[in-house]
């Protein structure tokens, strides 16, 4: 009975202790976020220029960055600049950063989010079609953190990878999007661990997200996933506020991210049917 006692004990004092998130902490903080110009990265955009940042935006749709950098502008961004391409090339993920190095002199937050286009439906075998999303979801995603590090290093700035469920458990329909988001989960946990032992202050927010009414992720999923799905404003900035406070992971909606992952570890053939309870096959087929 003592030692549950005092696990709770210790838990409401480790909540209690932590630090509370103030808009305050992003005024003037120079930030990238990538895949911008439309869904959760958008907005994100938005809540920063709220909040004061520096913002540097980048996506392959110019005419998109375009709007969100004036709308940036007009709601109190202490600048906000695009830089357009596509995560396909690794130079063009490298240029982003270097742009922040010229534009901003420097970095604070590196807000990974971007993901290229899949399919919503069983897995087609089409490996060049997982080679090819690899490298935009995953290896854009380290390149831009190597590119980045010295100039996180000095800020004693932060990483936030945004992920999926479907990065932390298998969904179906989603096969090669969930390969590179798990590919995150490894390689962003296991530089967090080397960074701890080498002392490095930089921060890596894992991202664990449920659905969300973006309109690329309704256009897909809406009649078949049998959830309904959050707002995405209100999730872009639970993702800010995890990064701010450098928190090891953030689960937004918390009741349908944190608990099946509790589930997870001790009955996972119990969590697989649950997840597969989730999806009408039917409306599936018409896609
Ligand atoms: P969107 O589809 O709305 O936005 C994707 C962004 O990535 C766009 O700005 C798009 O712009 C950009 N992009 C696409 N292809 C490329 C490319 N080749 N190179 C560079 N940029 C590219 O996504 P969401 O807002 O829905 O998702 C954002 C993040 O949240 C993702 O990491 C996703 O995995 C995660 N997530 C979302 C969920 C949801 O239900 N919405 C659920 C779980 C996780 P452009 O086309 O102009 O290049």
Known sequence: ILIPFLGLVLAFCFYSARENFKPEMLKGKRVIVTGASTGIGEQMAYHLARMGSHILVTARTEAKLQKVVEQCLKLGAASAQYVSGSMEDMAFAEHVVK?????????????LNHIGKSYFSYFDGDVGHVQKLLQINFLSYVAMTVSALPMLKESGGSIVVVSSMAGKVGFPFTVPYSATKFALDGFFSSLRQEFSIQSVNVSITLCVLGFINTESAMKAAADVVLMSPAPKEECALEIIKGGAL??????????????????????????????????????????
């Open 99 to 111: 742009e922040a190095e010229n534009l901003l002199g420097g970095l604070d937050m590196l807000i």
């Open 246 to 287: 450098r928190q090891r992971e953030v689960y937004y909606k918390y009741a349908s991210t944190k608990i099946p992952l509790l589930i997870r570890d001790w009955a996972a053939d119990f969590l697989d049917y649950l997840v597969r309870k989730r999806y009408n096959v039917e409306n599936l087929k018409k896609n």
